[in-house]
């Protein structure tokens, strides 16, 4: 029964990382789009994490750990194009 | 026993919505790179705090050792977003200020006046 409050958090956190494509594609300046791309790789771990238990597979979470590396990394090198390093 | 894994989780749902709406509100990007990340990365920690509470309440209640492994490796995804989200978001405003992005209601530029004085990178 409880399970049932999970699916709602990750629908709310899901549409949540949804509306967040909207800043994504409107942002005025190109750190804007940066930004809203770092917050929706975040609330899709969120939601990864959440939907582990809801589905009850240990595999979505290490799913997420290397999702969140990953999108560290293409933070960090779109950070560096847009300061004119690369 | 039940509700702290609910509380946990209204918590954490109610802040991840909260920076959605910073995203939206805030007029430049270092204003929305402030509300966003922190409410993200606050938010995120507590959903999955609230799933670390309730795999352990399962494990004391059944007794099944897959509820142990969910845990640990959920605790090991927080450390993952804690130690990589602050780190993005300081990159990420460092590339703003040195792409030339300025604050909207900004007057001075005290990093940029310090950068040149010192004469070393260019901001």
């Not at chain 1, 999702?67 to 960090?76: E, H, I, W």
């Not at chain 2, 509380?7 to 910073?22: D, E, H, Q, R, S």
């Not at chain 2, 990159?91 to 209601?105: C, D, E, F, N």
């Amino acid at each position: 029964m409880i399970i049932s409050y999970f699916a709602w958090a990750a629908a709310v956190t899901g549409f949540c990382a949804l509306a967040m494509v909207g800043r994504l594609i409107a942002g005025p300046t190109v750190p804007d789009r940066v930004v809203a791309l770092d917050s929706i790789n975040t609330m899709v771990i969120a939601l990864m994490i959440i939907l582990s238990l809801v589905y009850d597979s240990v595999i979505m979470v290490d799913v997420a750990i290397v999702y969140a590396a990953l999108s560290f990394v293409g933070t960090l090198f779109i950070a560096r194009h847009v300061e004119g390093g690369v | 026993m039940e509700k702290a894994a609910l509380i946990l989780l209204t918590i954490g749902v109610l802040f991840n919505f909260l920076g959605t709406v910073a995203l939206y509100r805030f007029p430049d990007v270092y204003t929305r790179l402030h509300g966003t990340t922190k409410c993200t990365t606050f938010g995120s920690i507590f959903t999955s705090a609230a799933v670390v509470v309730y795999a352990l309440q399962m494990y004391l209640r059944t007794g099944e050792g897959r509820f142990t492994t969910l845990s640990v490796h959920v605790i090991l995804a927080i450390f993952a977003l804690l130690i990589s989200n602050p780190t993005g978001a300081h990159a990420i405003a460092r590339a703003a200020h040195r792409s030339g992005v300025l604050p909207k209601y900004a007057v001075v530029d005290r990093l940029a006046e310090d950068h040149r004085k010192k004469g070393g990178v260019s901001a």
